[in-house]
């Protein structure tokens, strides 16, 4: 028994479904419709448009005055859009969004100077319609051969910038081959990836497919590009006919096979396709819908199921670009999805949010029955489902996560699970003034404390709440462990004119002035700065008033206790005069240890006032004559050493004449 298989992206592209579904929307409505050529590449369903009252033309001087013109999925040219607008009649642009990108493209960078390069066929109405727009700036290639060529004799000479496009059906392994033919590296060169990734993924699963079949039928129009392309794909793999219709089956003298695959132009309509699944499955079950009957006036009338605005509809994504996605509504409807209809996160892309093949809801936003158009939302059926979750968390306080987008007036803006969250400045946890600005782009906790009951669904969240909620878990597991002297390191928050607050994780406590350093300082400014991490150790506790005090000073460190151990009573030192009193002045001996000299210590005569022999800043040689361990006094005396001086001398000069008389 023979198993039949069809390839999974065989069959419309959205750009081909889009046009048909246009045209057959028009004939509904008794328009007179004349298509500028046939609508598609497909004699069956042209016949059929024709038995409808469709008129097919080849020129636009062709046009009735009644009639209202379709310009088909390959697009035409700048000079087309021209003679319609002359003649005055009604137009209806089906032009794949695919193709109109490529006439964007090649018209800009002609206006910017550079010259075309389009890989595709040139007889091909697609790429006629593309050198339409390039103001006979371009040349056409259709392989890497001739794409060589160029480079080897013209390119040297061009003096010129290039752009390279690719006809949207081209084929991707001969385009693959042309990349490697363009020069690396060349800053003058541009490459855009213009194949349709709907072309690509056909290709793909049809090779894919062939290779694990013994033959393959390839359905489509004998003029369709695509179909031609997809013939010499599966080619390569296995025996391959080329077919219009299930009618050219009889013709056939197809071999036995185990494995038959099937794949499609993308001009081919699912019901021929089905035809030829049918009738290869005859006498065989192979499918559970091969008894189906196929009725194509239905199938097409399934396509006009009408859809409203403010309606939740069911899509599947057919391609995405960078500004927005497209979509598959099973309506005579295309559907696109903005990208600001798809996320408000400015830094995603279409393709960071839904991929091809996705299947999504959305909300109908507008519907353009002319030209076969949907706006749609998908961020409006996101903000529902996540306003019900907001709302959810509102009522039970839970914690949410949000990167904050923006800075507005009086305060800052997040959006999480699609809702539009308000943090007020005075709830965003900063200090009264400070720059918001230092929020943007950061990722904060917060919980909603309001909802908006209206249209729009809106919320208002507070940061500082959480935070509170933090430093108040924080205290309590501080204060469940905290002793006096236990050793902490904290972060100076801020500084007063008595002292240094700490957080030492959630919880404040304070240095003393005193106890930042063990020498006199008028501000703690000269020890500390805000910033500052610290070791700190509790001093004393007051858990009923929330006050910890904290010490930073170490014993270890006392100037005193170095002094003890260096100096003692009839020392001389040298000693800086850091203050002058009416009773003496006050001389630095080490870092934090000052001694006393006396006026009456001074010299060895009456000194009336102590500024007419000393000066702040003064060096001078001292003697240590006293040291009181319990009131940290020190006496020292510049006089002592003078009056040792005067010793000296006399017992020199009792010496002098006993060395005389001798």
């Not at 069809?6 to 479904?17: L, P, R, T, W």
């Not at 800052?412 to 200090?431: D, E, K, N, Y």
């Not at 002035?513 to 500052?532: A, C, F, Q, T, Y």
Request: glycine share 6%.
């Amino acid at each position: 028994m023979s198993k039949v298989t069809v390839a999974k992206s065989a069959g419309f592209c959205f750009g081909v479904d889009r046009a048909v579904k246009m045209v057959y929307g028009e004939l509904e409505k008794n328009t007179k419709v004349a298509t500028l050529g046939p609508i598609i590449h497909n004699q069956d369903v042209v016949n059929d448009m024709k038995a409808k009252g469709a008129r097919i033309i080849d020129t636009v001087d062709e046009l009735r005055p009644d009639e209202t013109v379709v310009i088909r999925s390959h697009g035409v040219g700048r000079e087309i859009y021209q003679q319609i607008e002359a003649k005055g009649n009604k137009m209806l642009d089906a032009t794949c969004p695919f193709v109109s990108r490529i006439h964007k493209i090649v018209a800009e960078k002609t206006a910017e100077g550079y010259f075309i390069l389009i890989a595709g066929d040139r007889d091909h109405p697609e790429v006629q319609g593309i050198v339409g727009h390039c103001d006979e700036n371009c040349l056409v290639f259709k392989d890497n051969f001739e794409l060589k060529a160029f480079f080897e004799k013209n390119y040297k000479n061009l003096q010129k910038k290039l752009a390279i496009v690719a006809q949207t059906t081209y084929n991707i392994v001969v385009w693959g081959e042309c990349l490697n033919v363009i020069p690396k590296d060349d800053p003058d060169i541009v490459i855009y990836d213009t194949i349709c990734n709907a072309t690509d993924a056909r290709q793909s699963d049809a090779a894919e497919l062939a290779k694990d079949s013994d033959i393959m039928l390839v359905v489509g129009g004998r003029h369709s590009s695509n179909t031609v392309k997809l013939y010499e794909v599966c080619s390569r793999f296995c025996k391959t006919y080329h077919i219009e219709n299930s009618d050219e089956l009889r013709s056939l003298k197809l071999p036995n096979a185990n494995k038959i695959g099937i794949t499609a132009g993308a001009s081919t309509p699912a019901y021929i396709i089905k035809e030829v699944q049918t009738k290869m499955a005859e006498n065989e079950i192979l499918a559970a819908n091969q008894d189906e009957e196929i009725d194509f006036a239905q199938a097409i009338d399934e396509s006009f199921k009408k859809i409203h605005t403010g309606e939740k509809v069911k899509a599947t994504v057919i391609a995405v670009n960078n500004t927005e996605a497209i979509v598959d509504l099973g309506t005579k409807h295309t559907g696109y999805v903005a990208l600001d209809d798809l996320t408000d996160d400015p830094s995603k892309k279409p393709s960071d949010i839904v991929s091809v093949g996705d299947e999504i809801e959305l909300v109908v936003i507008k519907v353009n029955d002319a030209e076969g158009t949907a706006a749609l939302s998908k961020r409006k059926v996101d903000e529902q489902a996540g306003y019900e979750k907001i709302v959810k968390a509102q009522q039970e306080g839970t914690v949410l996560e949000g990167v904050v987008q923006s800075v507005v007036n009086k305060g800052v803006t997040l959006t999480v699970m699609g809702v539009r969250v308000f943090i007020p400045a005075s709830l965003t946890g900063l200090p009264r003034g400070a720059e918001l600005d230092q929020l943007l782009k950061k990722k904060v906790e917060f919980i909603v404390i309001e909802v908006s009951e209206g249209g729009r669904k809106r919320a208002v969240g507070s940061i500082k709440a959480v935070q509170n909620a933090k430093k108040e878990e924080a205290k309590a597991r501080f204060w469940e462990t905290a002793e006096v002297g236990k050793t902490y390191t904290g972060k100076v928050k801020s500084l007063t004119s008595f002292g240094a607050f700490v957080d030492l994780g959630g919880i404040d406590g304070m240095v003393h002035i005193s106890e930042l350093s063990w020498k006199r300082i008028k501000h703690p400014s000269e020890v500390v700065n805000v910033g500052d991490t610290l070791e700190v150790y509790i001093k004393d506790l007051d858990k009923e008033a929330n006050r910890i005090s904290l010490g930073f000073k170490k014993a270890e460190d006392n100037p005193w206790e170095i002094f003890k151990s260096n100096y003692q009573v009839g020392d001389v030192v040298k000693a800086t005069i850091v203050s002058i009193t009416s009773f003496g002045a006050f001389a630095q001996i080490i870092d934090g240890v000052d001694g006393l000299i006396h006026i009456s210590q001074i010299a060895d005569q009456k000194v009336e006032n102590v500024k007419d022999v000393l000066s702040v800043g003064d060096e001078v040689d001292v003697k240590i004559i006293d040291i009181d361990p319990e009131s940290k006094r020190i006496s020292i005396s510049m006089r002592a050493l003078l009056e040792n001086e005067d010793e000296e001398e006399a017992a020199e000069e009792e010496a002098a004449p006993a060395e005389d008389a001798e």
